[in-house]
T-cell receptor
Framework: AQSVTQLGSHVSVSEGALVLLRCNYS??????LFWYVQYPNQGLQLLLK??????LVKGINGFEAEFKKSETSFHLTKPSAHMSDAAEYFC????????????FGTGTLLAVQP | GAVVSQHPSRVICKSGTSVKIECRSL??????MFWYRQFPKQSLMLMAT?????????EQGVEKDKFLINHASLTLSTLTVTSAHPEDSSFYIC?????????????FGPGTRLTVT
């Protein structure tokens, strides 16, 4: 069965510092992986996705993630944090064949300190 | 493109009443729509999957008689919370898949905050 684990429910970085949000997946088949961002009282916005093409995926707002099969990881990074990056981030894996359901991780709340 | 709207954004209702939440795909035809529930500071939990013109498939533990889902057209799905109780208070988010987009990608609505008093 597919599952997603996000290490660290809260991450705090200084403005301008590297952002690293961790995501590990468990999947018996090649996964499709996603990172979403959620601002307070809003829906989810797709940051980036991995669908078995390039292992280094670039997304919006300067974020990128690298798919590492050997480590079953899909960590999200951004070289330099901005105050506007403060939000909740969710990693998700798609499964279910035709239904393509998403399983979400528990989320990581990113705080950016001035 | 790929915009999903929800209405209302916030609703307060009294215990025992029913509330309907609409989810619309504005610029594409959604063959499949999903309904999620999110409790404060928690992740999204899938409630049900609906395909246009057919009955929704509910996840284990979700009461289908309490959470009525209708997907009558390719652009509209509705979630009706029947006989709402305070424990049903939550943030409900819909998503849609379809059109020419990636078959695995879901486009999310902005969510509906339901408060049952």
């Amino acid at each position: 069965a597919q599952s997603v684990t996000q290490l660290g429910s809260h991450v705090s970085v200084s403005e301008g510092a590297l952002v690293l949000l961790r995501c590990n997946y468990s999947s018996s088949v090649p996964p499709y992986l996603f990172w979403y961002v959620q601002y307070p009282n809003q829906g989810l916005q797709l940051l980036l996705k991995y669908t078995s093409a390039a292992t280094l995926v670039k997304g919006i707002n300067g974020f990128e993630a690298e798919f590492k099969k050997s480590e079953t990881s899909f960590h999200l990074t951004k070289p330099s944090a901005h105050m506007s990056d403060a939000a909740e981030y969710f990693c998700a894996v798609a499964y279910g064949g035709a239904t393509n359901k998403l399983i979400f991780g528990t989320g990581t709340l990113l705080a950016v300190q001035p | 493109g790929a915009v999903v709207s929800q209405h209302p954004s916030r609703v307060i209702c009294k215990s025992g009443t029913s509330v309907k939440i609409e989810c619309r795909s504005l610029d594409f035809q959604a063959t499949t729509m999903f309904w999620y529930r999110q409790f404060p500071k928690q992740s999204l939990m899938l409630m049900a999957t609906s395909n246009e013109g057919s009955k929704a498939t509910y996840e284990q533990g979700v009461e289908k008689d309490k959470f009525l889902i209708n997907h009558a057209s390719l652009t509209l799905s509705t979630l009706t919370v029947t006989s709402a109780h305070p424990e049903d208070s939550s943030f409900y988010i819909c998503s849609a898949r379809g059109g020419s987009g990636d078959p695995y990608e879901q486009y999310f609505g902005p969510g509906t905050r339901l408060t049952v008093t």
